[in-house]
């Protein structure tokens, strides 16, 4: 079955800290994997993707994310973190194949404090 | 480019009632995504149009939930009669034709609240 697991669902960083997210899945094909965060009062927006190639994506706002395949993983980095950085954040799974309906995870609260 | 956009933001409503929430996609994106997030749980799809047909409807609940694309355009999601476990956030989400690295571009979302 398809799934995506984000084991944490809350996190409390400082500002300046670095941060880690992770997102685990478990997928038939080849997958297509999104972040996206939502802040409050927002709708999701997206942060990266990854298709194919370096699996070292960059995203907006100074995130990045790397796709470890052997390790089923797609965890989001940011080397310092902002207040603004606070929102919640979604790891989802695709089919490379084309338009298909994405799989999401629980999502992870970040709290960013001073 | 305007985005996504949905309608209303928020709706109160009372077991029975009916809701009808609605979806205008990005202009020209053919395909048109319903999904929903029940508190404190994953969002999940709810079905897929293409245009004005049903791709993939797998997600609907139940056939309380109806949902039309009118024309192609915009979108609208019926709850009738609605239950309280019906209450969560309807997001909507659009994308392009099939093309590799394609992303779904998604809208604030309806939050429905059923008492």
């Known amino acids: 079955a398809q799934s995506v697991t984000q084991p944490d669902i809350h996190i409390t960083v400082s500002e300046g800290a670095s941060l880690e997210l992770r997102c685990n899945y478990s997928?038939?094909?080849?997958?297509?994997l999104f972040w996206y965060v939502q802040s409050p009062g927002q709708g999701l927006q997206l942060l990266l993707k990854?298709?194919?190639?370096?699996?070292l994506v960059q995203g907006i706002k100074g995130f990045e994310a790397e796709f470890k395949r052997s390790q089923s993983s797609f965890n989001l980095r940011k080397p310092s973190v902002h207040w603004s950085d606070a929102a919640e954040y979604f790891c989802?799974?695709?089919?490379?194949?084309?338009?298909?309906?994405?799989?999401f995870g629980k999502g992870t609260r970040l709290s960013v404090i001073a | 480019e305007a985005g996504v956009t949905q309608f209303p933001s928020h709706s109160v409503i009372e077991k029975g009632q009916t809701v009808t929430l609605r979806c205008d996609p990005i202009s020209g994106h053919d395909n048109l995504y319903w999904y929903r997030r029940v508190m404190g749980k994953e969002i999940k799809f709810l079905l897929h149009?293409?245009?004005?047909?049903?791709?993939?409807e797998s997600g609907m609940p139940n056939n309380r939930f109806l949902a039309e694309r009118t024309g192609g355009t915009y979108s609208t999601l019926k709850v009738q009669p609605a239950e309280l476990e019906d209450s969560g956030v309807y997001f909507c989400?659009?994308?392009?034709?099939?093309?590799?690295?394609?992303?779904?571009?998604f809208g604030p979302g309806t939050r429905l609240t059923v008492t």
């Open positions: 149009f293409v245009k004005e047909s049903k791709q993939d």
């Open positions: 989802a799974v695709g089919a490379y194949s084309g338009n298909t309906p994405l799989v």
């Open positions: 997928y038939g094909a080849t997958p297509y």
């Open positions: 989400a659009s994308s392009p034709e099939r093309q590799v690295g394609y992303e779904q571009y």
């Open positions: 990854y298709f194919s190639g370096d699996t």
